[in-house]
C-alpha cells in the first residue's frame, strides 16, 4: 500500500471555508460532517490530493493539540503545497476569489512556476505547477 499524506486543517469559520477553498482553489467537497456551523470533519480533494478541515476549538482530545493562527501571531508551522497544471490560471482565481496574495507568481529556480497567498482566514498555501515526483524521476 502506498503511503499518503493528508494536511488537516482547522478554521473558525470551517463551515464557510469549505465553500470558498472550492470556489477559490478549485477543492471539491468529498465528505462535510456538520452539526450546525461547526463542521467535525470535511475532507476536500484537488486531483488525487486531499486536505482535512474541521472547525477550530479545544472541545475534541485533537483540538487541544492545535493552536490557531491567532495563538501564532498568524505565523504557520507548517502549509499545504498543491500541485496545479496552470500556475497562472490558478493565481488568478485564488486572486478574483480575494487570497491575498504572500509571494507572487514566479518561476522558480528549481522549476516549475509558483506563488503564496493566505485564505481568509491567514493560513498559508503554497500552489505551483513544480512536480517533485515528475521531476526527479527525470533527474
Do not use: N
Not at 55 to 82: F, M, Y
Not at 93 to 119: H, L, T, V
Request: glycine share 12%.
Amino acid at each position: 500500500m502506498a503511503s499518503t499524506i493528508i494536511p488537516c486543517l482547522r478554521y473558525r469559520d470551517a463551515l464557510h471555508m469549505v465553500d470558498w477553498l472550492c470556489e477559490a482553489f478549485g477543492f471539491e467537497k468529498q465528505a462535510v460532517y456538520a452539526d450546525g456551523d461547526t463542521v467535525h470533519h470535511a475532507q476536500l480533494t484537488y486531483g488525487d490530493g486531499m486536505i482535512m478541515l474541521g472547525s477550530s476549538g479545544g472541545d475534541s482530545e485533537w483540538g487541544k493539540l492545535i493552536a490557531d493562527l491567532e495563538d501564532t501571531g498568524r505565523r504557520e508551522t507548517q502549509s499545504p503545497c498543491v500541485i496545479v497544471a496552470d500556475a497562472d490560471a490558478h493565481y488568478a482565481r485564488a486572486k478574483a476569489a480575494g487570497a491575498q496574495i504572500a509571494i507572487e507568481i514566479a518561476d522558480q529556480g528549481y522549476g516549475g512556476r509558483g506563488y503564496a497567498c493566505r485564505d481568509p482566514e491567514g493560513h498559508l498555501w503554497w500552489f505551483g505547477s513544480y512536480d517533485p515526483w515528475q521531476d526527479t524521476a527525470q533527474a
